[in-house]
């Protein structure tokens, strides 16, 4: 969880940043640096570990300016090491950068830039970021026209934020996607930039919050805020309120809204030092399995409850294919009641977001005492069902505020995602090349799910219309029939609509029967191997009068002549489309609540964490 903290102003930016660091360390990190500007040239310090140790750096060896960045690092290329920790400097020493995100195509661009002759000093895609930008201030660009260029050659979702000694009245911060926010701090003849609001509150109260493909040049006195085309932008002031909650929750109405918003960035942070983007190799550093056990096992079950049971539905499908081991899937409520079957040869992986899910503690238990390998998936550090467990991955999504969960349920599934790669590998199903496809399917999902986000108005404008209803069928098949029993979960839970979750195989099996003018039909109707029976349910549904909402792949006019309403999602692997196809349902179910006056955020009768049976 990569935090960002800039300064320019009167007052000596060092104690700034690293305060501002201090503020983000809940995000996670294995490493730190920080670049001042000290009598025209760049200084950098970096090292790893915990914040302290930078610190201590720093207090060794003093650095002083009026104007630096500063960042932690969680890896996604490169180990954690001082040379691979932000801030990375271009070759003669006058550009430096801080990077979220990941860049998509970064050995493409690095193979270029060795060509010309640049040599690397770090393992990292962020290192050629610098180097393009520098490539670009040597054509002769100044700084903020030399980013602007440089980004257009990188594919993912970033933020980026930039400082030049040629330039040492300005910094320049772009935001691509949603690898994570930046914050603009206004302040009295000093600025501030952050990738969260905390990192900076002590200092303003006054911000603004790029969107994506907008950059802005930043100076003591004044911000310029910029599309990546160049068209200046009347960026709005936010004032944001110095209670915890409010400053919090930001931009946003509600925290569902914006832990919706935070996914993107959070899958990045889950993907964080635990899979080599060149080979892709899985490193899960608390869930150590050797060869033989991963060979041994026999079976998985996934023991659950609510959204996280949803989570190991999709789980099922991924690790069934990667590892070739069969999976099942049981309600924790339900599972200690029927003597289930479990031996040394059987995994039971618990998910739970809270870690404290009574009825998920309990299966757990169960599955110990009947010598079944424990494994856990959770977002809370330090919570029971981490510390009961053989091995345990974290979600790495950050605290969740909203009852109804949104991001612990993406972020479980790449976990698991990583476990399946993780055995699969251990027990020889995947071939070098294999893993190494996956890799870049994960290295492109966080930018797939930015430009989800990015269409949410076509989402509100849907909620406007549909909001008055009082019940919904969600239709899916295969992977994505768990994301039709989750967008009915969120729909219900929030807005106190009646909706039900059907595999669209089942349709004519019952619910056809209550298909008419007064029940949308949402239908996730993606182009994969299912593609031509999901149209077959459509054209069903439209028959009886049903109106349909479809979750379609971009592109596809067909399902537009078929459907009334249509919202579109980008390409992406079949085993990651859950990830990408339900991001709209989280959006519908949030708009139609608030349409309807619901408490979006504590939903009647409900509770983040159920602790008793």
Known sequence: ???????????????????????????????????????????????????????????????????????????????????????????????????????ENFRELRAELEAAGVRFASETDTEVIVHLVQRERDAG??????????VRYLRGAHAIVVLSADDPDRLVAVRIGNAGGVALGLGDGEMFIASDIPA???????????????????????????????????????????????????????????????????????LRGRID??????????????????????RIVTVACGTSAYSGLVGKFILEDLTRIPVEVDYGSEYRYRNP??????????????????????????AREKGATLWSIVNVLGSQAMRVADGYITMQAGPEIGVASTKAFTTSIVDQYLLALYLGQQRGTLSCEQSQAHAEDLARLPDLVGQVLEREA??????????????????????????????????????????????????????????????????IALQDAVYEKMLSQ???????????IAIATDGDTLIAEKADHVLYVPPVSPLLSPVVSVIPLQLLAYHIA?????????????AKSVTVE
């Open 200 to 270: 900076i509150l002590e200092h303003t109260r006054r911000m603004v919050f790029l969107e994506s493909r907008q950059m802005a040049t930043v100076t003591r006195d004044a911000y310029h805020v910029q599309t990546l085309d160049g068209e200046p932008v009347d960026a709005e002031v936010h004032t944001i309120a110095w209670d915890p909650v409010s400053a919090a929750r930001g931009e946003f109405k509600h925290f569902m809204q914006k832990e919706i918003h935070e996914q993107a960035r959070a899958l990045t942070d889950t």
């Open 538 to 548: 459509i054209e069903q549904a439209k028959s009886r009068g049903g109106r349909v």
């Open 1 to 103: 969880m990569c935090g960002i903290v800039g300064y320019i102003g009167p007052r000596d930016a060092t104690p700034i940043i690293l305060s501002g660091l201090q503020r983000l360390e809940y995000r996670g990190y294995d490493s730190a640096g920080i670049a001042v500007l000290q009598g025209g040239e760049i200084a950098i310090r970096r090292d790893v570990g915990k914040l302290s140790n930078l610190m201590q750096l720093v207090s060794t060896e003093p650095l002083n300016g009026r104007i630096g960045i500063g960042h932690t690092r969680w890896a996604t290329h490169g180990v954690p090491s001082p040379h691979n920790a932000h801030p990375h400097i271009s070759r003669n020493g006058r550009t430096v950068v801080v990077h979220n995100g990941i860049v």
């Open 277 to 298: 983007f060149h080979d892709g190799c899985v490193v899960l550093p608390d869930l150590t399995i050797t060869p033989e056990h991963a060979r041994r096992l026999k």
């Open 594 to 606: 608030v349409w309807r006056g619901a408490d979006v955020d504590q939903p009647r009768n409900l």
């Open 341 to 366: 079957i479990l031996d040394e040869d059987c995994a039971v992986l618990a998910i739970t977001q809270s870690g404290e899910t009574v009825d998920t503690l309990a299966a757990m238990e169960e």
């Open 458 to 523: 076509a989402v509100e404008a849907l909620a406007a219309e549909t909001y008055h209803y009082t019940n919904f069928l969600y239709l899916g098949r295969g992977i994505n029939y768990p994301i039709a029993l989750e967008g009915a979960l969120k729909l219900k839970e929030i807005s106190y609509i009646h909706a039900e979750g059907y595999p669209a195989g089942e349709m004519k099996h019952g619910p056809i029967a209550l298909i008419d003018e007064h029940m949308p039909v949402v239908a």
């Open 141 to 150: 660009h100044a700084l903020t026209e030399a980013v602007r260029r440089a």
